[in-house]
């Protein structure tokens, strides 16, 4: 069974930093792309970043370009995301899902999803 | 704002067929890939590539696209499809993934 878990949510004063890691099990970690996507209270899905199998292809939303970064560790079936300069805006659930296996690219699907991390941005 | 459109809210009676869309001009070139969101919940992928289903979804939801719209319908929709959904697919660009803003179906 695929399991996806997010951790290291929590609250966090504007323009400080914080780390969201997703362990994966249940499958070949190191096959497949993996994203991050974001819920802000009452919204939509964001996209916010993707990684591919191998790190080889890296994106990330004009939103948080520049403040973001995503890794992997396949030797530990780890995802994270390291967040730097938080915004009120960054207010959300993040989301760990699963792309695509092996590819070019990360691909544009999202297969299986953890529960979610909170990341509340606030003074 | 979103690159996909859909509409914010459609409702459907218990036992009938409803259609939400989702529009854009990257449809054109790219899959639709389609979620369902319970409140409280993660979303679940429903649709995957216009119209491939995932092992465990009931056949009831299918999928499909022309030019710039991808549609899923739910024929005969039940209670516990009461949700929100999304689709997804990339930009006009290709660099960045996006998602439509979710459709808000009702089961009267």
């Known amino acids: 069974e695929v399991q996806l878990v997010e951790s290291g949510g929590g609250l966090v004063q504007p323009g400080r930093s914080l780390r969201l890691s997703c362990a994966a099990s249940?499958?070949?970690?190191?096959?497949?792309?993996m994203h991050w996507v974001r819920q802000g209270p009452g919204k939509g899905l964001e996209w916010v970043s993707s990684i591919g199998w191998n790190s080889g292809t890296i994106g990330y939303a004009d939103s948080v370009k520049g403040r973001f970064t995503i890794s992997r560790d396949n030797a530990k079936n780890s995802l994270y995301l390291q967040m730097n300069s938080l915004r009120t805006e960054d207010t959300a659930f993040y989301y760990c899902?699963?792309?695509?296996?092996?590819?070019?690219?990360?691909?544009?699907?999202?297969?299986?999803w953890g529960q979610g991390a909170l990341v509340t941005v606030s003074s | 704002s979103s690159e996909l459109t859909q509409d914010p809210a459609v409702s459907v009676a218990l036992g009938q067929t409803v259609r939400i869309t989702c529009q854009g001009d990257?449809?054109?070139?790219?899959?639709a890939n389609w979620y369902q969101q319970k409140p409280g919940q993660a979303p679940i992928l429903l649709i995957y590539?216009?119209?491939n289903r995932p092992s465990g979804i009931p056949d009831r939801f299918s999928g499909s696209s022309s030019r710039n719209t991808a549609s899923l319908t739910i024929t005969g929709a039940q209670a516990e499809d009461e949700a929100d959904y999304y689709c997804n697919s990339r930009d006009s660009s290709g660099s960045h993934l996006v998602f439509g803003g979710g459709t808000k179906l009702t089961v009267l």
């Open positions: 590539a216009n119209d």
């Open positions: 990257s449809l054109r070139s790219y899959y």
């Open positions: 249940g499958f070949t970690f190191g096959d497949y792309a």
């Open positions: 899902a699963r792309g695509i296996f092996g590819g070019d690219d990360y691909g544009d699907l999202f297969d299986y």
